[in-house]
């Protein structure tokens, strides 16, 4: 699934879930680095515990992050 991002410097998710398991994630545009790593964390992860960890993190002064983004992003499988 691609997921279209609103307010952070990443434009787009894309998301793979297996039977309520995060098999990928990958990120096109934000802080490469920092987003690989979120990536990998949540790699395994259960889609409901990747929410409640990610959900509502923001990013300096906006209400917002990528991690925030995923979340909303992963809501779309449940």
């Known amino acids: ?6 307010g952070t410097c990443s434009s787009a998710i894309d998301v793979e879930v297996k039977d309520g398991i995060i098999e ?4 096109t545009g934000g802080c490469n680095g920092n987003l690989k790593g979120i990536a990998a964390l949540v ?13 509502g993190i923001t990013c300096g002064f906006k209400s917002t992050s ?3 983004q995923l979340a909303k992003a992963l809501e779309a499988f449940l």
């Not at 699934?1 to 609103?6: F, S, V």
């Not at 990928?24 to 990120?27: A, L």
């Not at 790699?43 to 959900?55: C, N, P, T, Y």
């Open 24 to 27: 990928s994630v990958s990120f």
């Open 43 to 55: 790699k395994g992860m259960e889609v409901k515990d990747a929410i409640s960890r990610l959900q």
């Open 1 to 6: 699934m691609r997921y279209q991002t609103k």
């Open 66 to 68: 990528c991690p925030d």
